[in-house]
């Protein structure tokens, strides 16, 4: 039987203790979470809307 | 295709349709900075409720997006009850209809694990963030693993900055 200290961890419930710091290290661009934090969620949803329509323009374009 | 998400959203809410956002859209309205083509949504699979879906999107052409030849949505009191999932494409874009939500179960416990959210008047049910970080981790595939780094890295930001949200 293990002991408290041998009993592996629960997957998916670890939690970094700087996620922003692993998530800089990933790559993601922490200044635009920063920015869509400072926006209301309707405000985020109508940018999303926007740069999706832009992505459906190029795609019929075939740019994409 | 050239509708809104946010259309086809309002017209579920203002139809009454019971339903909370989930998935790629539910972490957008966190603040994800990607960009998805689709809504997710879990939604009570009452026989009511998919019919009251069902008028709502009636005049936008649905169609089940994963069926051979793409049959129309054609939902009646006796065939509702066979579905567990609806897979659709309308003039508004597609929609994901789902009956429960891997890592967090079915409607009912998607609902107590949902915040509400106002938009432009109306009120969304919306995943919460830490609901949101358990379903993508039970999913686990690439996508949900980049989006679970920004849904905890937002986690983080609000939790130092309380005013934003």
Do not use: W
């Not at chain 1, 419930?13 to 200044?31: F, K, L, T, W």
């Amino acid at each position: 039987m293990n002991t408290p200290s041998e009993q592996p961890k629960s997957q998916g419930q670890s939690e970094s203790p700087d996620a922003v710091r692993e998530a800089v290290e990933y790559g993601i661009d922490i200044s635009l979470l920063r920015a869509n934090l400072a926006l209301s969620p309707a405000e985020r949803m109508r940018r999303h809307q926007i740069a999706l329509d832009r992505m459906r323009r190029l795609q019929k374009a075939r740019f994409l | 295709m050239s509708g809104s998400l946010l259309d086809l959203l309002e017209r579920l809410a203002d139809a009454g349709v019971e339903f909370v956002i989930v998935g790629g859209y539910a972490g957008v309205v966190h603040g994800c900075t990607y960009t998805t083509q689709d809504v997710d949504i879990c939604c009570d699979f009452s026989t009511t409720n998919l019919l009251a879906l069902q008028t709502a999107l009636s005049d936008s052409h649905p169609v089940h997006r994963m069926t051979p030849g793409r049959r129309p949505l054609e939902l009646t009191a006796t065939n509702a009850g066979e579905f567990k999932n609806l897979y659709l494409d309308t003039d508004l874009g597609h929609l994901d209809c789902l009956s429960e939500i891997q890592g967090l179960g079915g409607y009912d416990r998607v609902k107590q694990a949902s915040v509400s959210i106002e938009v432009e008047g109306r009120r969304f049910r919306v995943l919460s963030i830490d609901a949101l970080i358990t379903a993508k981790e039970a999913l686990n595939r690439p996508r949900d693993r980049e989006a679970v780094r920004q849904l905890k890295a937002m986690r983080q930001l609000r939790r130092e900055s309380p005013s934003n949200g």
